[in-house]
């Protein structure tokens, strides 16, 4: 089981920052700048490479989620979604997630 099924299922805490009947969003726990929310799912889907087309409205929502919470942060000058796919693409937890980062000028490339 992964570490965001356990915040899904109330076993471990996370400090949630906004929850419907598809998602929720809860502050990062090591976060990269001063606002980092992870978006996540209710269903557990591992990664990008696992959505099916059923999948479609879900990811439709969760982008609409995203931009709510960085309304809700303040974040009007700007933020960052990313979705880490796979080992290369620096993903640590197999449940596919949304970070929204923001509060700070972030640089671009990436690492
Ligand atoms: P990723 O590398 O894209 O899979 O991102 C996983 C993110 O989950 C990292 O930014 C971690 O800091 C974050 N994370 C891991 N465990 C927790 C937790 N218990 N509560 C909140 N965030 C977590």
Redesign the pocket.
Known sequence: MT??KK?LDGE?P?EIVFEDDQCIA?????P?APV?I?VIPRKEIPSIDDLQTEDEALMGHLFLVAKQVAAQEGLSSGYRT???NGPDG?????HL?I?VLGGRSLTWPPG
């Open positions: 570490v965001f915040i471990i996370a809860f502050r990062d726990i090591a990269k980092h992870l990313v979705i880490n620096g993903q640590e937890v197999p997630h970070h």
